[in-house]
């Protein structure tokens, strides 16, 4: 019977969850690096005892970790993140320039055919790469030198590059999304870029039609894409050539995580949040959305979540699925609980619920 592992980055330390394949007795590990705040943690698809953690404090700094026995021991790797050339400029809150300048890394990406490369998206944005498992990162520069960076402004969590796709079917292609630049695809292995923005449009922006600006991107299908923007759940069919607002019947479309089925691309989950202003959930309820249809028609998903006095919020890489069958999804919240459906999403059952707030969470198959 296949497991699983779920691994869960919160706000002081990191977790390592895991179960066979019924997924209803969990067993728990941690914390990991307690105190720290650990952004991301993903294992390598080549070899899933090979894991990348990025943690963080305002104290010490940025640290990459990497485990080679799927987390039970971790070794400390490089973590000198240098901008190739002259670091530029970008604008500020207040519209003024400011250079671009490395404060932490957001999340990590390992490829899909090599456990010795993992791509890392930092804040002030950029895109680096190791290929030596973490010993040593490299800027790939097209993205930060791209002629639309100078107009940059980073969203209210900072200015970062806090999603990497990499298409299975087309070698060589990235997608990156940046708060708030916006998204970006290299067909190029990351040497040349262009935005993916047509079709999107954010308020409180100098211009909100601009080809900059905008948040958040998933996967489905090689070349449709989810994204859960702040207001607006956006649809691409065209590989981010353009995209078009799906929210339909949400109760609202603001919030921050998005996923998509394993084995349905058309099946789409999305965490409403009651608005910019107040990152909970909507009336105390906590619920998962779902749509079926690629987005416009939705259904709450309550079972064995909490339907009353509940004001958590769930981060954006805070959900995700597994590839069993039935489909696995899962998330973490603020509130330091971490919710599992072995069902696809009909039902729910808390892992853990006391963890510090959380705000990651990857899930691993493992034979």
């Known amino acids: 019977m296949s497991r699983v592992r779920v691994l869960v980055g919160?706000?002081?330390?990191?977790?390592?969850?895991?179960?066979?394949?019924?997924?209803?007795?969990?067993?728990?590990s941690g914390p990991f690096f307690g105190g720290w705040e650990l952004y991301h943690l993903?294992?390598?698809?080549?070899?899933?005892?090979?894991?990348?953690?990025?943690?963080?404090?305002?104290?010490?700094?940025?640290?990459?970790?990497?485990?080679?026995?799927?987390g039970k021991t971790w070794e400390a790797m490089g973590n000198k993140f240098v901008y190739e050339g002259e670091p530029g400029t970008h604008l500020w809150y207040d519209g003024t320039p400011r250079p671009f300048e490395f404060v932490r890394v957001w999340h990590l990406e390992p490829s899909l055919d090599d456990p010795d490369t993992v791509y890392a998206g930092i804040q002030d944005a950029a895109l680096y790469r190791s290929s030596d498992g973490g010993q040593s990162w490299q800027e790939l520069p097209g993205l930060r030198t791209h002629k639309s960076a100078p107009f940059w402004q980073p969203g209210?969590?900072?200015?970062?590059?806090?999603t990497i796709l990499l298409d299975p079917s087309h070698p060589g292609r990235i997608f990156v999304a940046i708060s708030a630049a916006g998204v970006f695809r290299s067909d190029d292995g990351g040497k040349t870029w262009r935005p993916m923005n047509r079709g999107l449009k954010s308020e409180g922006i100098p211009d909100p039609t601009a080809e900059v600006g905008h948040c958040v991107l998933h996967r489905s299908r090689p070349n449709v894409l989810f994204m859960q923007k702040h207001w607006d759940v956006m649809r691409s069919d065209d590989a981010g050539e353009s995209w078009r607002e799906v929210s339909g019947n949400l109760p609202t479309d603001f919030g921050f995580p998005i996923d998509v089925h394993a084995h349905e691309p058309d099946t789409v989950y999305v965490v409403p949040i009651k608005s910019d202003a107040e990152h909970y959930v909507p009336e105390g309820k906590l619920r998962v959305y779902r749509s079926r249809t690629g987005g416009n028609e939705w259904e709450a998903l309550t079972k064995g979540l909490p339907q009353q006095h509940c004001y958590v919020n769930v981060l954006r890489d805070a959900m995700a699925v597994d590839s069993l069958d039935p489909c696995g999804v899962y998330f973490g919240?603020?509130?330091g609980q971490v919710y599992a459906s072995a069902d696809g999403g009909n039902s729910w059952a808390p892992i853990v619920q006391d963890l510090p707030a959380v705000v990651s969470v990857e899930v691993q198959a493992l034979p």
């Open 333 to 335: 919240t603020t509130g």
């Open 42 to 70: 993903k294992g390598s698809p080549v070899d899933p005892n090979r894991l990348y953690a990025a943690q963080h404090t305002s104290w010490h700094g940025q640290l990459i970790q990497r485990s080679d026995d799927g």
């Open 10 to 28: 919160t706000r002081k330390g990191a977790f390592v969850l895991t179960a066979d394949g019924k997924r209803d007795r969990w067993d728990v």
């Open 156 to 162: 209210a969590g900072g200015m970062c590059l806090h």
